[in-house]
């Protein structure tokens, strides 16, 4: 039990329903559409959607997502995979006659076709009870009606507004300059979308007037999109990837999301004995900076295309996580390895919803960097996102551009699930993804925290050859790791947010959500 004296927040308790997400508006969309009956598909749908007008720096319709399903009394996990493709003309071979050696982060060549939309459709008619009209309603009310802009969106929107480009300042930035909190943000123009997506379903979107305008913007920009491109979008259930720790079993998205990172994580880290150190000592910040090291080198030489990511066994297996962990020098800090060119970012949504007959829901939702490409279509205000970064320039490598392949994702959805309880959660943070979840589980299994203290508590992150240490660790753990050989970094924002919801053996269901957001879970 945290320390009532001290500023915190406790776990949120209910029965029936909740919803735990980065912003009270969506989390209390959801939870009424729990309250009108609907599933826990449903609520998170809403919830998502109404996300990318609370937080368009991190998401929108002009994004992807990859979802985690359990439904009631289910034995298995069900994935989907709501990414979009490289358009057919796509081909990293001109990219590198143009004498790039990566994709470009803020342009077209990095817009892959948003898959979200066509996700929530498809997952609404398959796992909804309310209908898509219920579900978009909320968004709809807002995106006309204005949302108050939270403070952390409001820091968000200062370090990113120089993206933005074109027909996306007068959409995302009418004020002239990044809005204070509590300003108003309206989108009418999705409201629009919305709207008839809501009437008409997914061709609303992906056809038609909506797509012409999305198409208009992309080759404005240079782009080789297509209408074909947009017609031919469909995401499609997917097999999820699982592994053990310590009783428990943790399920992840496959490729081409890096779900199997941190599986591969922590196979390794079941290797030392974490429960004898001190969870904020720089033993334990070293091992799994190390791990860390080893784990994103592997993701990044295998993960691709679902299609052409062939040693996902390799990401798996505990035989490659030992012979990994025994690289490690529990006293010393290797160099990091070389990464190969896709660029990481971390800029995500995450919603956990549960519904009261049991369907459990881990969905992430994402337009990849801040604000995305910076691209937004002209006469609705659909912000572009820039996924295709994500591939890499390097010829033969499974996760390199072409027409037609989906790039390697950072956002990973998860579920933990052992004595009697599961346990949907996300940590946002791009590349951070894989270490948060290794060590949100860590901190559950290893440490005996409960899921609010466990993403509460400081996180570091091994990334670009600096260890990233947030301020909630002492000066003197830092001065350790440097000794170790750490290039020992504070970061100048937060690592990453996490949302998670318990549901435990009697029933009851326990919710946290990461003050590094705005959000919170709620239940009823």
């Known amino acids: 039990m945290r320390d009532f004296h001290l500023p915190g927040r406790s776990p949120v308790y209910a029965s029936n329903g909740m919803c735990a ?64 493709a490289a358009p057919a003309a796509a081909n990293a071979a001109a990219l590198r006659a143009r004498g790039e050696t990566t994709v470009p982060v803020y342009g077209a060549d990095a817009v892959t076709i948003p898959g979200a939309i066509d996700a929530f459709c498809q997952l609404s008619e398959s796992h909804g009870r309310l209908g898509l009209d219920a579900l978009l309603a909320p968004t709809i009310h807002y995106a006309e009606a204005g ?49 008839r997506i809501a009437a008409q379903g997914r061709d609303a979107f992906y056809a038609g007037e909506v797509a012409d305008d999305m198409l208009a913007a992309l080759t404005e920009a240079g782009g080789v999109h297509t209408a074909d491109d947009f017609a031919r979008q469909t995401g499609m259930p997917s097999a999820p990837v699982s592994g053990g720790y310590k009783g428990q079993t943790l399920t992840e998205h496959g490729a081409n999301g890096q779900g199997a990172t941190a599986i591969l994580m922590l196979n390794m880290l079941k290797e030392f004995d974490l429960a004898a150190m001190d969870p904020r000592s720089a033993a334990r910040v070293h ?30 297996s505990t035989d490659s996580a030992r012979r990994l962990a025994a690289l490690i020098d529990p006293k010393r800090a290797m160099a990091a390895p070389a990464p190969l060119s896709e660029a990481i970012h971390k800029d995500t949504i995450y919603i956990a919803c549960v519904d009261r ?94 899921p609010q203290s466990a993403i509460d508590a400081p996180r570091s992150f091994a990334d ?37 919801i318990v549901i435990r053996p009697d029933g009851v269901l326990e919710g946290a959500s990461d003050p590094r957001k705005d959000g919170c879970a709620l239940g009823y």
């Open 357 to 450: 007959d049991g369907m459990a829901v881990s969905l992430i939702y994402s337009i990849f960097h801040g604000f995305g490409s910076g691209i937004a279509s002209e006469k609705f205000g659909i912000l572009l996102q820039n996924r295709g970064a994500g591939f890499t320039l390097e010829e033969g490598h499974p996760n390199e551009l072409q027409g037609g392949r989906r790039p390697m994702h950072t956002i990973i959805p998860g579920m933990l699930e052992g004595g009697g309880s599961l346990v949907p959660f996300g940590v946002m943070g791009g590349g951070y993804q894989p270490a948060g979840h290794a060590r949100f589980v860590t901190n559950l299994m290893d440490f005996g925290q409960d």
């Open 287 to 316: 091992i799994e900076a190390e791990a860390t090291k080893l784990a994103y080198d592997a993701r990044n030489r295998i993960i691709g295309d679902p299609d052409r990511t062939a040693r996902m066994e390799f990401m798996l």
């Open 21 to 84: 997400t980065s912003h009270p508006l969506a989390a209390g969309a959801a939870v009424d559409i729990l309250l009108r009956g609907g599933t826990a598909m449903d609520a998170a749908i809403a919830g998502a959607v109404l996300l990318g007008i609370c937080e368009p720096q991190m998401t929108g319709i002009g994004g992807d997502c990859f979802v985690l399903v359990r439904r009631p009394g289910a034995g298995a996990i069900e994935a989907f995979n709501g990414s979009g």
């Open 147 to 195: 949302v108050p802009v939270a403070p952390r969106v409001a820091r968000d929107w200062i370090t990113d507004a120089d993206i933005l480009k074109g027909h996306a300042k007068r959409h995302f930035l009418p004020w002239g300059t990044p809005p204070a909190p509590g300003t108003l943000f309206r989108a009418p123009g999705q409201a629009e979308v919305l709207r």
């Open 464 to 500: 670009g050859g600096q260890l990233k240490v947030e301020r909630g660790y002492s000066d003197a753990v830092r001065a350790e790791l440097a000794e170790m050989g750490h290039d020992v970094v504070i970061p100048d924002e937060p690592l990453g947010g996490a949302q998670a």
